[in-house]
């Protein structure tokens, strides 16, 4: 199957993929066709409510292609795009003299602001940061970002798989000042010590009340080799353990064999190389007589673009069309599968609100060629994709470069994907399930019977 995945070269969708190094590490099979137009025009201007702003990425943004260059982007005259962009970015009003009033508001700020402790240097990284904000969707502005060099390395360690920390995955409650853990990544420093459910009140012994995210971020994190003191609260019993941060492997793919020859798949995160990965084992699988599958994505927010693409050519098999693009350089494009062979089975895609991205590119390919049905709750809402340029200081900048639509032309962006079955389980007992065997998830988790039980029926 690793073989298989690598048979065809590819087009990228985008011109690298998070670095020269992961671009080479894998190839995608993915080929592109010529502009092609959907029923005239995609599903660009759908306006509905906005998903719940959830934490759809706990540790990066996703899908972010890098520019591989530092060179000058050519001035050139920019025609009006016929798509209408899936959010407003543009001003009514108008706006005379607009370079000119942005540095003179600049140069009033430095003149007037009440301290004396406001810089230039401040004033432009805001500015930046304003720019980014105007150019993403307004519930969801982190899709602009900068970087700093050491912040992007952490970005591009998770998108490899890889991480340095203590492997705790927690949400912070503001009112008593206490982090809860809700998983534990296996192979990690704190795997076998910290369980779901444990309360962190203080590190280093400083309680954590009263600080600001970011700052107990900071705390958690440091460099390889470092150790961190935490004060913990399990049940009624307080103790204090160290634990030293260490950089391991995330595992993202979980996998077993049910019965009446169904297959369970569950994909946490789309790092490099989960493609191959996944491909073996679904080959494993169908050897030994799985016909059926119940594809897992729920909690996972995306990751590595153009992984998920890779996966769905698992599934479907040559010149199907797997994802249509629509950026400014290229206009609309169809990118369909090179894969030779591909596994006839039928899939249940298990999704929630925090389904997002590249999940939901899978998952919407799958649904639009009849192979797959979604069972669960609105997905987050991310149809839009952003490419990663490297400044001239070697800091970075993400924004977004392109909308995704599905194989029938569909925008998912803002409104998500709407499940064909709905089925929801609460995060706190998700959190739980997500500790036991599938087969022991089997006899609780409500939409993961609901899809074993729809794929008994289909034959």
């Known amino acids: 199957m690793k073989s298989l995945i690598r048979y065809l070269p590819l087009l990228l969708l985008l011109h690298t993929q998070l670095s020269a190094e992961a671009t080479k590490e894998a190839t995608p099979q993915t080929q592109k066709e010529p502009d092609t137009q959907v029923n005239g025009k995609p599903d660009a201007v759908d306006k509905t409510d906005a998903a719940e702003n959830t934490d759809a990425t706990d540790e990066t943004d996703a899908d ?48 007037n602001y009440y301290s004396n ?29 900068i970087w700093t060099p050491p912040q992007y390395g952490k970005v591009s360690e998770a998108l490899r798989g890889e991480q340095i920390s203590l492997g705790i995955r927690s949400s912070f409650n503001g009112n008593d000042g206490s982090l809860t853990v809700n998983s534990i990544l296996p192979g990690s420093p704190a795997e076998n010590i910290l369980q779901p459910l444990d309360r962190i009140l203080r590190i280093d ?27 913990i609260v399990r049940d009624i019993k307080a103790f204090t353990i160290n634990l030293t941060r260490e950089k391991f492997k995330v595992v993202n793919l979980e996998t077993e064999i049910l019965s009446d020859n169904i ?13 191959d990965e996944l491909g073996e084992k679904v080959e494993q699988m169908h050897k030994m007589g799985v ?9 996972n927010g995306g990751g590595v673009f153009v992984e998920s693409m890779r996966v769905a050519e698992i599934f479907l098999p040559k010149t199907k069309i797997l994802l249509r693009t629509l950026t400014q350089s290229e206009g609309l494009r169809n990118y ?38 979604i069972v669960g709750t609105k997905t987050y809402g991310k149809g ?53 065997t599938p087969k022991e998830r089997l006899k609780k988790d409500v ?12 034959k």
């Open 384 to 436: 839009v994709y952003e490419k990663t340029f490297t400044l001239k200081n070697d800091y970075r900048v993400k924004f977004i470069v392109g909308a995704m639509y599905s194989p029938l032309g569909k925008s998912w962006q803002t409104k998500g994907l709407i499940p064909d079955f709905a089925s929801e389980v609460d995060d706190n007992t998700f959190t739980a399930l997500m500790g036991v």
């Open 64 to 111: 972010i292609p890098e520019s591989d260059s530092k060179t000058e982007i050519p001035k050139q005259e920019r025609k009006k795009s016929q798509y209408k962009p899936l959010f407003d970015i543009d001003i009514e009003h108008e706006f005379k003299n607009p370079k000119e009033a942005f540095e003179e508001t600049r140069q009033l700020i430095l003149d």
């Open 336 to 373: 369909v599968s090179a894969s030779p062979e591909s596994k006839p089975l039928s899939i249940a895609v298990l999704v929630n609100q925090k389904t997002a991205s590249s999940c939901e590119i899978l998952a919407a390919a799958l649904r639009d060629h009849g192979i797959g049905m």
């Open 205 to 231: 012994g400083k309680a954590l009340r009263g600080l600001p995210v970011n700052e107990i971020d900071g705390m958690m994190n440091g460099e390889v080799g470092s150790s961190v003191e935490l004060t």
């Open 291 to 299: 016909t059926k599958l119940i594809l897992d994505l729920r909690n």
């Open 117 to 145: 402790h406001i810089t230039e240097k401040a004033l432009y990284w805001a500015a930046i940061h304003g720019m980014l904000r105007h150019v993403s969707p307004p519930e969801h502005p982190e899709l602009g970002a």
């Open 447 to 458: 939409p993961m019977i609901t899809a074993y039980k729809l794929l008994l029926e289909k």
């Open 263 to 275: 297959g369970y798949v569950r994909i946490k995160s789309f790092a490099a190389g989960i493609s």
